[in-house]
């Protein structure tokens, strides 16, 4: 009988503490879920720490765009100012009233040579213009002679006229144009003796020019250029000249 009545007392005891281990089982549960709560406020809190990005690193500044814009080297509404030297090759086909085109040889003025050619005395060319739009440029010029043309017993060559400057590409730094121009040719003859046998007429003469080369601008305010090309004139004798130009370009403003 005792084994059963030890049997019986045990299983009174595991019934109770069978109900309070049911009972604490959805507390621990329910403190496991609350630690993991804590832990998912606590990663959230740290990220809401973590500051924001400026949006200057995702943005360029309005400073480097404009930077990235090319200089525009076009003369719209630039007054210039030229200076250059021109060195040349004269050649000459004389009427029978027009000067001697070299030193007369002695004889009459009908045996005297009709064409000649020679190298041109140095000038300086100069000229004011006006940038009408980038690519037209309009403009009043001189030629002045540094000597006497003594082949034709010519003063200093002296020029007064009007022209326009074409560009290609006329807003980059280097540029290709090209320029007509006429002008009115003004000197006079020195009257040396042994060149008045046929009473040469030293007439105003009408003189027309093409030509055409690069510019450099290193600035919107200066640059520098080449240019090649003939002058022809006419009235006096029917003369042509190949002449080469070296100058510098100021504008403003």
């Known amino acids: 009988m005792a084994p059963l009545r030890l049997l019986r007392l045990a299983s009174l005891l595991l019934v109770p503490l069978s109900v309070w281990l049911g009972a604490a089982r959805p507390s621990f549960a329910a403190d496991k879920d609350d630690d993991e709560s804590v832990s998912a406020k606590e990663g959230a809190s740290d990220d809401s720490k973590t500051p924001d990005k400026p949006a200057a ?53 009908d045996s005297q040579q009709t064409f000649c050619g020679h190298g041109a005395p140095l000038a300086t060319d100069l000229a004011l213009s006006f940038g009408a739009l980038d690519f037209l440029e309009p403009f009043v010029w001189a030629r002045l002679g540094l000597s006497p043309e003594r082949q034709t017993d010519t003063n200093p060559l002296r020029v007064i006229g009007a022209g326009v400057r074409l560009y290609t590409m006329s807003d980059a730094a280097f540029k290709i144009f090209i320029e007509p121009a006429v002008g009115l040719e003004l000197e006079g003859g020195r009257g040396t003796p042994a060149w008045q046998l046929n009473n040469p007429q030293y007439k105003k003469d009408f003189l027309f020019k093409i030509a055409a080369g690069p510019q450099y601008d290193f600035a919107r305010y200066v640059g520098v250029y080449v240019t090649a090309g003939v002058s022809a004139a006419f009235v006096r004798a029917l003369g042509a000249s190949l002449d080469l130009s070296f100058g510098v370009q100021g504008r403003l403003p």
Do not use: N, W
């Open 57 to 109: 690193e995702h943005e360029k500044p309005d400073a480097d765009k404009s930077g990235d814009k090319e200089t525009s080297y076009g003369h719209f509404g630039q007054f210039g100012l030229r200076a250059g030297l021109v060195v040349g090759y004269r050649m000459i086909l004389r009427y029978a009233d027009s000067p001697f085109c070299t030193t007369p040889d002695g004889g009459s003025a």
